[in-house]
């Protein structure tokens, strides 16, 4: 089977509209985003709402479990705080309700986990080889048992791969997957790229083929500019998009 891993949508609706026209060109069975859909950008409904009528299984992101109010945004930076207030002004009762339905964490084909940030904690971040091997020893407890886990947050493409102890990351655009070694695998960010690469991305996950390829993919980085301005959104969020960090 062919599935679609997103992440980080980030209420950018011309980079969502994008990546779902990419991944529809290639034919895929399913597609599953690993939270954050709302937040810094400035259409947080339609974009909630493109995700539902396409019936993209997701999961919550730590801007998404803010907005719902299961937490309080004071530890975000002033920034993303201010996008984070905004949107809970702006969003609709009913995507809001959706919002508070999503789970931390899903598993599909039988073989694959899929979170946001660490395996055991949405809000942590996956950095390093030091995190990666934290969560590498997670997915070996008896609770996930998995080899494959797709995760999101950072907003930069990266695989961590795991054998025999020893981690081996790396930004090649295919990995194929080996039956003995553990994966950790980000499809980057969907509205808010953090790598000097302002396309959107997303990856493919071939599981029959056991192998993973990352797309980037371009977008009307003006318009969503021009959006978040007149949203009243900080200014700092339109001119990050022009540069991809």
């Not at 034919?27 to 954050?36: A, P």
């Not at 997701?58 to 109010?69: A, E, F, P, Q, T």
């Not at 945004?73 to 919002?99: G, K």
């Not at 797709?150 to 990266?158: D, L, N, P, R, W």
Request: proline letters at 4%; aromatic letters at 10%.
């Amino acid at each position: 089977m062919l599935f679609a891993i997103i992440s980080d949508v980030h209420s950018n609706l011309e980079a969502l509209n994008s990546v779902l026209e990419r991944i529809d060109s290639i034919g895929v069975d399913s597609i599953v985003s690993l939270g954050d859909m709302v937040g810094y950008n400035a259409d947080p409904n339609r974009c909630i709402e493109l995700i539902r009528k396409r019936d993209i299984r997701c999961i919550l992101g730590n801007h998404d479990s803010r907005v719902c109010g299961f937490e309080e945004p004071a530890d975000f930076n002033p920034v993303a705080r201010t996008a984070l207030l905004w949107t809970r002004q702006n969003i609709t009762d009913d995507n809001l309700e959706y919002l508070k339905t999503l789970p931390r964490q899903l598993t599909f084909n039988d073989n694959a986990l899929a979170v946001h940030g660490w395996i055991n904690n949405t809000d942590m971040y996956i950095l390093s080889q030091s995190d990666a091997m934290a969560n590498f020893k997670l997915l070996q407890m008896e609770e996930y048992r998995y080899r494959l886990c797709f995760f999101g947050h950072t907003h930069i493409m990266i695989t961590y791969a795991m054998k025999e102890m020893v981690i081996f990351p790396a930004m090649e655009e295919s990995v194929k997957l080996l039956d003995e070694a553990y994966y950790l695998v980000n499809p980057g960010s969907v509205g808010q790229p953090r790598d000097y690469d302002p396309r959107a991305s997303f990856l493919i996950y071939n599981s029959d083929e056991r192998e993973i390829k990352f797309f980037r993919t371009d977008y009307d980085i003006d318009k969503c500019r021009s959006k978040i301005i007149k949203a009243g959104l900080p200014n700092s969020l339109a001119e990050r998009l022009i540069i991809g960090c």
